[in-house]
């Protein structure tokens, strides 16, 4: 329906305009739950995108965040339970491998074994050491859904859930 108002001279469209503000509103919901989800962490890092996952047998605990960017870089941070060896072994499976990048670790291990199925790093620890932690600094080379395990060999796997935004 169109109207011409005499004082101004202008024609409105009235059905135009309430579409029109239909779809604005439209914007700002949709870009309200954007900014929302970024906050709490659903786009990267944030209090729901922390996770703390356990082996069953308590020999390992990883901290890591479930939503990630594409070549941003983040940390992996292990606790390792008592262990009797002289060496700690962790072991990162191919499909975990497939789609990172370990840059470094603290402390640097004392080799790293590739094996069929993944790597496997060593690190030397004190006769006393109990809750041993190694932070992995790793990056992300491909972009999607992520799942991979890391064990302290021997031991119960972890399983890692996560996603990386493009």
């Not at 604005?24 to 890092?45: D, E, F, M």
């Not at 983040?74 to 262990?83: A, D, K, P, Y």
């Not at 990048?101 to 030397?124: C, H, K, N, W």
């Amino acid at each position: 329906m169109t109207t011409q108002r005499e004082d101004l001279e202008l024609e409105t469209h009235e059905s135009f305009q309430r579409n029109e503000w239909r779809i604005q509103r439209a914007g700002w919901i949709a870009w309200t739950l954007v900014i929302i989800a970024g906050l709490i962490g659903l786009l990267g890092s944030g209090p729901m995108s922390h996770k703390e996952t356990a082996a069953a047998d308590g020999s390992l605990k990883i901290e890591y965040d479930r939503y990630l960017h594409y070549h941003h870089p983040t940390q992996l941070t292990l606790s390792v339970g008592e262990i009797a060896d002289d060496e700690l072994q962790i072991k990162f499976d191919r499909s975990l491998l497939d789609r990172l990048q370990v840059e470094r670790s603290e402390p640097e291990p004392l080799q790293a074994e590739i094996t069929d199925d993944g790597v496997i790093y060593t690190f030397m620890q004190k006769a006393s050491s109990q809750n041993i932690k190694v932070i992995f600094h790793v990056d992300y080379e491909r972009f999607g859904a992520c799942q991979g395990t890391v064990e302290v060999v021997g031991h119960e796997p972890v399983t890692l859930k996560q996603f990386v935004y493009p």
